[in-house]
């Protein structure tokens, strides 16, 4: 046994007894989370073999959630009040930082990275400044592109960049993972000192099958998803779209004005109704009764709500895990370790159909991004 110098001093076995050789990695890659909500990226990142080291959310709803699921995670709640040396060593950090201040779905003026919830990603950077892991996932809402003429996303890209960190972005849809929902969120990747790392992870060398619309044998456009109604298998009649528009952060008390498009129809009775909370979990593609929580000392509407805000701010397991196996690939090439299941960045068959993306090495380089209207 020797010990590889970029391996925290973990042994790693010598294959064939040759030092040189490949070696096996014997500790899984640590993962660590912040504003980790339900755990989208957790449990992600745990499917591909992650071992989750740290957690920080400040909701009591969804802390109660995480310590059912992930009992044994060092948790804190606010990330104002941590410092780099709090959060242990960790390969990667996640972070899916608030939304609200740069999000379309709050119509009218946008505080962008100047609002007091989206400027917490400074304090992310401030943790980043101190601690430098090797890989960043930063999370959000496509808005977050277009907030302020993009100038918004030019500070997040440019405050990283000064700490030492290539950059890449790539508007992902999770409808392309197997999930029944059309949910498209921007994964910003940095890898600290590697200009290719970036893309490595983000973009697959191979093409899949494309990303038009599908056309039947008579070349005749397929009809949308969201029409195509799949009938609901416990209800009298009841139906609902194959794929789902994008859920948000909802109340339970129905406003009328709220963003909600998606409804079971009773067409036989003339009758619809929103999704439960359980069906919302279906539609993110967490398992079922993920966000029920250790303790419920709720009144029923609250809990609704608030289960309706933790699932529409969620990241959807599938993606996460996606990126999370770029992500172990790309960490074990660099660090000359490979595994079991070891088949290169872009060897697995990936899911298709992202839209917008380039890559940024330093703030000074053009950016260029696809509008987006979500
Ligand atoms: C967009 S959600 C992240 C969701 C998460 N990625 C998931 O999969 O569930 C942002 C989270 O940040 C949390 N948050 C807000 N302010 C915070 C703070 N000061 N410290 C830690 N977490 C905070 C919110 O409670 C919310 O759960």
Not at 42 to 57: M, N, T, V, Y
Not at 124 to 152: I, K, W, Y
């Given at each position: 046994m020797f010990t590889h110098p970029e391996n925290g001093g973990v042994p790693v076995a010598p294959l064939n007894g040759k030092a040189s050789a490949k070696v096996i990695r014997l500790r899984p890659h640590a993962l660590a989370s912040l504003f980790s909500g339900i755990g989208g990226f957790?449990?992600?990142?745990?499917?591909?073999?992650?071992?989750?080291?740290?957690?920080?959310?400040?909701s009591d709803f969804c802390q109660a959630i995480l310590k059912r699921h992930f009992p044994k995670v060092p948790r804190t709640t606010n990330i104002k009040e941590i410092n780099g040396a709090d959060i242990p060593t960790s390969d990667v950090w996640v972070a899916g930082f608030p939304c609200q201040?740069?999000?379309?779905?709050?119509?009218?003026?946008?505080?962008?990275?100047?609002?007091?919830?989206?400027?917490?990603?400074?304090?992310?950077?401030?943790?980043?400044?101190?601690?430098?892991?090797?890989?960043?996932?930063?999370?959000?809402?496509?808005?977050?592109?277009?907030?302020?003429?993009?100038?918004?996303?030019?500070?997040?890209?440019?405050?990283?960049?000064e700490l030492g960190y290539s950059l890449g972005w790539r508007v992902l849809n999770s409808k392309n993972f197997g999930v029944p929902q059309s949910r498209q969120r921007v994964f910003l990747v940095g890898c600290h000192r590697d200009r290719e790392g970036p893309a490595q992870i983000l973009f697959e060398p191979e093409r899949g099958g494309g990303d038009a619309s599908p056309r039947g044998s008579d070349g005749a456009a397929a009809v949308s998803p969201f029409k195509r109604v799949v009938e609901h298998p416990g209800g009298e009649g009841a139906v609902t779209p194959a794929i789902a528009y994008c859920l948000y952060a909802e109340s339970a008390r129905h406003t009328g004005t709220d963003w909600s498009r998606n409804y079971v129809v009773y067409p036989s009775q003339g009758a619809v109704r929103r999704l439960t909370p359980s069906e919302c979990e279906g539609v993110m593609a967490f398992p079922p009764s993920w966000s029920v929580p250790s303790e419920v000392h709720w009144d029923e509407e609250t809990y609704d709500t608030l289960r309706y805000h933790a699932l529409g701010n969620a990241v959807t397991p599938p993606v996460a895990e996606w990126l999370a196996g770029r992500i172990r690939d790309y960490l074990d090439l660099r660090l000359g370790l490979r595994h079991e299941h070891q088949d290169g960045i872009g060897g697995r068959d990936v899911a298709a159909g992202a839209a917008g993306h380039a890559t940024c090495a330093s703030p000074l380089e053009p950016l260029v991004a696809e509008a987006s209207t979500s």
């Open positions: 957790d449990l992600g990142f745990q499917r591909a073999g992650f071992e989750i080291s740290f957690q920080c959310e400040i201040d740069v999000s379309l779905a709050r119509m009218g003026k946008r505080d962008g990275l100047k609002g007091q919830q989206s400027g917490l990603f400074f304090h992310f950077a401030r943790l980043v400044g101190e601690s430098r892991p090797r890989v960043l996932v930063v999370e959000n809402v496509p808005g977050l592109l277009s907030s302020h003429q993009g100038r918004d996303f030019g500070i997040v890209l440019g405050t990283l960049a």
